[in-house]
Every structure is written in structure tokens, then in C-alpha cells.
């Protein structure tokens, strides 16, 4: 959900502050976080991709972190 919710709200932060409704500064903050949200999820973007990504409730080869 994040690869996809980060950049639309990264989007709407950016119109916002496109039609002067928001400082610019936020603009360019929303578009540093979603270029390093998505860089950060490279690893499972790529597992996706080659349909190796584990389902939700199906685990994964390592433990959860945090």
C-alpha cells in the first residue's frame, strides 16, 4: 500500500501547493519521501514482480523486524 498511497499523496500535496494552498516546501518533502519510500522497496517490488512475494498470512523466509 505504500508504493502505491505515498506518491498519491505526494500528488495532492504537490497540487496543493501547485494552486497555492500549501507551502512549496511540503512539495518538495512529499517528493523526497516517495522517491525514498520507493527506493526502500525495491527488494519486494522486485519479489513481485517474479511472483515470489509471500501471500498476507503466508509468511515470508525471515522474521518480521521491529
Same mark, same amino acid.
Given at each position: ?8 499523496? &505526494?500528488?495532492? !500535496? ?9 507551502? @512549496? ?7 523526497? &519521501? ?7 522497496? !525495491?527488494?519486494? !517490488? ?7 512475494? @509471500?501471500? !498476507? ?5 525471515? @522474521?518480521?523486524?521491529?
Amino acid at each position: 500500500m505504500s508504493v502505491v498511497g505515498v506518491p498519491i499523496c &505526494a500528488a495532492i !500535496i504537490c497540487g496543493l501547493a501547485i494552486a497555492g494552498k500549501t507551502d @512549496p516546501a511540503f512539495a518538495w518533502y512529499s517528493l523526497f &519521501a516517495t522517491a525514498l519510500v520507493e527506493y526502500k522497496h !525495491i527488494p519486494n !517490488i522486485r519479489r513481485l514482480l517474479n511472483g515470489t512475494e @509471500p501471500r !498476507i498470512g503466508q509468511g515470508g523466509d525471515r @522474521p518480521a523486524t521491529g
